[in-house]
Structures are given as C-alpha cells and as structure tokens.
C-alpha cells in the first residue's frame, strides 16, 4: 500500500509537471493569427519596455536587417510586407513605423547591443534601390555607436567552428541573456527557460565566431552598396 501511495504520489506530481510544461508552451508560441489581432502598431510597443530596460541584448538575423537598425522608410517596407503576408485588414503600417522608430532611440542609451548577420541579410532587396541604398548607408553609421558592434559573415568563409561545420540558424534575439525570441514563418516563439536559451548561446557564439567586424565588415557593407546600381531594375 505504502509502494502504491508512493506510485502514486509520483505519478501525481510528473502529471502536474507535463501540464505545467504544457501551459508554459502555450505562452511561449504565438501564431500569425494571434499577431493579427493584436495590430502591427500593438507588435511594437509590446517589446517597448525589454529593450529600453535591456543591459545586452545579441541578434542573429538570415534574411534582413534587424528592426532595431531598420531606417524610417525599410521599416516601412518590412512592416507593409508583413501587414500583407498576415492578412491584416486594418492599416496602422505608420504608426506601428513610429512606435518602431522611438523604440529605437535605446541605441542612444546604456545598452549594449551585438548582432550579426550573415552577408545574404545585406543583398536581399525587398525595398526600392533608394531605400535599399539608404539602409546600407545607415549601418555604416551605426557600426560607430558606442552601444553596437556590428559583425557580418561573410559568404566565402569557411564555415567551420573547432572541427565542426556551422549551418545557418533562424533569426533569433537573446535579451539578457534571459530570454529568446525566434521568429519563424507561422509566427513568434519566446523561450525562457535556462537549459533552452544556453543553447541559443552556444549558437549565437558560433556564428560570432565566423563573423568580421570593422573594416572588414565595412568592405562588405560597400561591396553591397556598390551592386545596388549594376543590379537596379
């Protein structure tokens, strides 16, 4: 009987645990749906308060420039884009525009912030050559701000970290070493817990590690803004 209770007793507590992880899952995972509802303008000021209350935070991006280093008009571009891809009937692209671009002013402030970003980030042209042009320009300002240290891989580099070949990961954001946001094609995924986000670390250290920084990133930067005129429709 004593076995029993104590069967029991476990069995009680791994259930409550599983429902715990479930619930936890739940709010980690957000669906385009839920995104739509919520507004584009809402989806910027939500994350208001963890970057204005960021020590550190460490982007890895794959296939544009971070928002966080976005200009007026490719921020533009990007949220219309998204506002399509969503479904989104309501039109409030200049105003969530805004609340992007004062969310911004953080790059001004105490914070440390590191991203990387793989070359193919810099030559996706999802804008007018114009506003193209005029984003490539503003990293070149931004790699000079105290708080930014930018680094780029590049194409040709061998992608290879202690023996082992590195893949290309998701975009993802660390803040503070205390969270991870993932962004994935059917939504947004915030991950919190420790064992998860060490993980993250690790990736986010081996992609720093094949990354260029400084002059190097600035020739690639230039590399990009030169093709812009041969490749113009």
Not at 181 to 199: C, D, H, M, N, Q
Request: glycine fraction near 6%; aromatic fraction near 8%.
């Amino acid at each position: 009987m004593r076995l029993w209770c104590r069967i029991c007793g476990a069995s009680e507590q791994r259930t409550e645990e599983l429902l715990a992880e479930q619930s936890a899952a739940v709010r980690m995972w957000r669906t385009n749906a839920q995104l739509k509802r919520a507004g584009l303008r809402q989806l910027q000021t939500e994350d208001r308060d963890r970057y204005q209350q960021a020590r550190s935070m460490r982007f890895y991006a794959t296939k544009g420039i971070p928002g966080l280093l976005q200009t007026e008009a490719y921020a533009t571009w990007a949220l219309r884009s998204i506002r399509h891809e969503f479904g989104m009937e309501h039109d409030d692209v200049a105003e969530a525009v805004a609340a992007r671009m004062e969310r911004n002013r953080v790059l001004r402030g105490p914070g440390r912030f590191a991203i990387i970003l793989e070359q193919e980030a810099l030559w996706h042209r999802t804008c007018p050559t114009t506003t193209h042009r005029e984003q490539l320009l503003y990293l070149l300002d931004a790699m000079r701000l105290p708080s930014v240290s930018l680094g780029i891989i590049p194409w040709a580099r061998e992608r290879n970290v202690n023996g082992f070949g590195v893949w290309p990961d998701e975009t993802f954001l660390i803040s503070n070493d205390e969270q991870v946001t993932v962004e994935l094609v059917s939504g947004y995924l915030t991950i919190t817990t420790p064992e998860e986000i060490r993980a993250y670390i690790r990736a986010w250290e081996r992609m720093a590690a094949l990354a260029v920084h400084g002059d190097q990133a600035v020739a690639i930067i230039r590399a990009a803004l030169a093709a812009l005129d041969e490749y113009e429709s």
